[in-house]
């Protein structure tokens, strides 16, 4: 396969391929809590699904967003070794920018954010082919931002969505890993969002942006609590009380003012994103 087609069809994984690395965690929940649990948390996120994601990415379009690649995960990030939570969350970010970059970058833009992203992936073959055929390929290479390329994006990511949430309701290692991967997403599309409303706070372009909050709040955000309460946020129970508290204030500032925070609200949600991404974004070592 031609490598522009490879990094194409690669820049369609979902994030949260990472799992399928993780060593194996002896479980302290029975089978049928995690499978609650994971059950739970898709009442939650049903309707926050890939086609929710494109519409969410429309509203950017609406209130004039380009692409900043300086709004994203460095390069020069890298994640510790024998640490699958940080790469969990650095996937959910990376995912979120990738996003940004394939629908609204440049063909350069989106090879760059999937080779960054591919550094928290799968590379042990395990992840299941994507059912691309020619006609999807050239769509993908020729007419990236198409609504027929939105369309193969969210069959791929619907197919692989199912099939991660399938495998980690029997292990609740994966359980805490493709949290630790929703609450990454939800950091990242926060901060970048709430960036740009503070950007546009004199502009009459805040109303689409505004939404793209409270579908964050209602979906992700609810999400995020609920594995919170059930304790499955963190790897250890310390840094699942500390991410919970967190989205607790995060979402307190988001529904405020009826759905539309003030600017010291933005401004304080910036604040906290930008300290929590900097717990996640490593530097790489000096050569």
């Given at each position: 396969m031609p490598r522009h087609l490879r990094v194409l069809t690669a820049t369609l994984l979902c994030g949260v391929a990472l799992l399928l690395l993780a060593a194996p965690v002896e479980a302290a929940l029975?089978?049928?809590?995690?499978?609650?649990?994971?059950?739970?948390?898709?009442n939650v996120l049903d309707d926050d699904s890939p086609a929710q994601a494109l519409r969410d990415i429309a509203r950017y379009r609406e209130a004039g967003f380009i692409y900043q690649p300086a709004?994203?995960?460095?390069?020069?990030?890298?994640?510790?070794?024998?640490?699958p939570d940080q790469?969990?969350?650095?996937?959910?970010?990376?995912?979120?920018?990738?996003?940004?970059?394939?629908?609204f970058g440049d063909p350069e833009d989106a090879t760059r954010e999937n080779l960054l992203f591919q550094t928290f992936t799968d590379r042990s073959g395990k992840i299941p082919l994507l059912p691309l055929c020619p006609d999807d390929y050239h769509t993908l290479r020729n007419e990236p931002h198409s609504?027929?390329?939105?369309?193969?994006?969210?069959?791929?990511r619907n197919m692989e969505y199912a099939y991660y949430v399938?495998?980690?309701?029997?292990?609740?290692?994966?359980?805490r890993l493709l949290s630790a991967h929703i609450y990454g997403i939800y950091i990242e599309r926060l901060y970048m969002t709430s960036v740009m409303v503070l950007a546009a706070a004199e502009s009459d372009q805040l109303e689409p942006l505004f939404l793209v909050h409270q579908t964050l709040a209602?979906?992700?955000?609810?999400?995020?609590?609920?594995?919170g309460k059930e304790g499955v946020l963190g790897e250890s129970p310390e840094e699942n009380r500390r991410r919970a508290v967190l989205v607790k204030r995060l979402q307190g500032l988001l529904v405020a003012n009826?759905?539309?925070p003030t600017l010291d609200g933005l401004r304080e949600i910036v604040t906290l994103t930008q300290e929590e991404r900097a717990i996640y974004l490593t530097p790489c070592p000096l050569p």
């Open positions: 029975p089978a049928t809590e995690t499978q609650r649990i994971v059950s739970d948390m898709l709004l994203a995960v460095s390069e020069e990030t890298c994640p510790s070794d024998g640490d790469r969990a969350v650095l996937s959910g970010m990376v995912a979120a920018d990738r996003a940004f970059a394939f629908f609504a027929r390329a939105r369309a193969i994006w969210e069959r791929c399938e495998e980690a309701k029997h292990d609740e290692g994966l359980l209602s979906h992700h955000g609810k999400a995020l609590e609920l594995l009826k759905g539309r």
